[in-house]
């Protein structure tokens, strides 16, 4: 899917799927309010890639793309210091768009909403199994995602979870399920993380708006 060419113009000049989903996730982290720099790290794409695209991107996937865009001359990388631990004498490759990359990715951003769907849509729904839950539909702040989507969701699966245990399971399958719900479990706490940490985004927010 990733392979996949979007169309750039009328004279047949394209670019992977890929390829603008990493352009596009650099200048959204930059453009981000709470990113106090114009740079971003490889770990910043991955997760970005992750929760706004739903595409469990490996490191062996991001970090080649990310070479072969230097080679271009579409980001320039640097190093610097290690973010995550500041007493730690690591360091860490940056990013950052160049003239020609913020071009690039504006021609992508500025494609048709159609086209640019069209290239995407098969990316939600072969990297996660289903497809992505919208939004967009939802009168603000009424969401009610957490009822409408989340807990529906949770209760089916259980529910489905359930409908996989009957006695005639040996002990072998009983214990290949229950390897299989424990790491069901780990999902959901991963999840939750990942959920705290836009409670956190949100807070940050919140404290640039009363400035």
């Not at 992977?16 to 650099?26: H, N």
């Not at 706004?52 to 080649?64: D, L, R």
Request: with cysteine.
């Amino acid at each position: 899917m990733f392979s996949k060419k979007i169309r750039l113009d009328n004279k047949g000049k394209t670019v992977s799927v890929a390829t603008a989903l990493v352009l596009m996730a650099i200048d959204e982290i930059i453009e981000d309010p709470i990113n106090d720099s114009n740079v971003v790290y490889g770990y910043q794409i991955m997760t970005h890639l992750r929760e706004s695209y739903s595409w469990n991107v490996k490191s062996g996937t991001v970090y080649p793309i990310l070479k072969k865009l230097d080679r271009e001359f579409l980001i320039k990388k640097g190093v610097a210091q290690d973010r995550t631990d500041n007493n730690s004498k690591r360091q860490m490759i940056f990013y950052k768009l160049t003239p020609k990359g913020k071009k690039l990715t504006r021609v992508i951003k500025n494609l048709n909403d159609d086209a640019l769907d069209a290239a995407l849509s098969s990316n939600e729904s072969n990297t996660t199994g289903h497809s992505k839950v919208d939004l967009k539909g939802t009168k603000f702040p009424d969401k009610k995602f957490a009822e409408n989507y989340l807990g529906p969701f949770l209760i089916d699966f259980d529910s489905q979870v359930a409908n996989q245990i009957p006695n005639k399971r040996t002990n072998d399958e009983l214990d290949q399920l229950k390897g299989e719900i424990e790491k069901s479990i780990e999902q959901l706490e991963i999840c939750k993380m990942l959920l705290q940490g836009q409670i956190s985004r949100i807070d940050t927010l919140k404290r640039i708006k009363k400035k």
